[in-house]
């Protein structure tokens, strides 16, 4: 079993900034990737980063190139979404996932094992 837990979400202007991290704990070595997800009410989960625990190889959702970078601290079993640039319609539950393996179908929902709770985040404009 892996656990993961959320922080860092909150409420911020357009244009702000946040950092969010993922807390893993458990069997660890398990999952092979780990990524970001978000969802709105009534829309599909979706997902905005991935990184390979291996060597850090990263992928991005359009929406969000070049304004969130995933990275990882290994040692401390923890993976940070950092998001910039932020919009009005970047406001979301986002959630950490953790998966057995790393797929170039990374942004199904479905491929994933294990979940956080989410931490909300919403942007103002």
């Known amino acids: 079993q892996v656990q993961l837990v959320e922080s860092g979400g909150g409420s911020v202007q357009a244009g702000g900034s946040l950092k969010l991290s993922c807390a893993a704990s458990g069997y660890t070595s398990s999952t092979k990737c780990m990524a970001w997800f978000r969802q709105v009410p009534g829309k599909e989960r979706e997902g905005v980063a991935l990184i390979y625990k291996s060597d850090g190889s990263t992928y991005y959702e359009d929406s969000v190139k070049g304004r969130f970078t995933i990275s990882q601290d290994n040692a401390k079993n923890t993976v940070y979404l950092q998001m910039t640039s932020l919009k009005p319609e970047d406001t979301a539950m986002y959630y950490c996932?953790?998966?057995?393996?790393?797929?170039?179908?990374?942004?199904?929902?479905?491929?994933?094992?294990?979940w956080g709770r989410g931490t909300q985040v919403t942007v103002s404009s």
């Open positions: 996932a953790a998966g057995p393996v790393c797929t170039t179908r990374w942004t199904q929902w479905s491929v994933y094992t294990y």
